[in-house]
């Protein structure tokens, strides 16, 4: 009996050991590689992805400009448009492993697009300028703590989990 007792403890405190160690921030050294001048995007091709619980903006990223470097990150462009035809139009970047996320460019219209040369990755959970960045994460950019594989298993996850087309 103390044997099982003893052989219990120690299975909890090693799962409490792994459950934490995800917790943890990542390793030092981690460094992003270079991010490439933003991406040519089409609003054609977008494919429907969820937005935030209540928001009145329809967000498509085009699945032509979705990456996932080396080093974990998943780059793309996404649009969130309203109801009277605005748009706005990002380049981004989601690292699964630290629940956060970056945006290294704005687009508009007239002007194309603004690199942010200032941006830092930010905390997904609790901030409301990541929202959608977050839905977008477990709409199957990752798959718990890790990137949903490649580019193509992400493209073809969104796709089979959201309605057709983005109109």
Sequence with gaps: MQARSRAMC?????????????????SPDWRESEVPPPPAFDVKRLIRVPG?????????????????TPEGVVRYVIV?????????????????????????????????????????????YGSAASRHALALSLAGVCKDRAVNRSASNIVRTLKSEQPGGFD
Excluded: F
């Excluded at 935030?52 to 996932?68: F, M, Q, R």
């Design 52 to 68: 935030p619980d209540g928001s009145s903006l329809k967000y498509g990223i085009d699945p032509a400009t979705l990456s996932v």
């Design 10 to 26: 120690l299975t909890l405190l090693l799962c409490s050991g792994l459950a934490t160690a995800q917790l943890l921030p990542d």
């Design 80 to 124: 969130a448009s309203s109801a009277d035809g605005g748009q706005n139009v990002m380049y981004e970047g989601i690292r699964c492993s630290a629940g956060q996320h970056r945006v290294y460019a704005r687009h508009n219209a007239t002007g194309g697009w603004s690199v942010l040369s200032g941006s830092e990755w930010q905390p997904m």
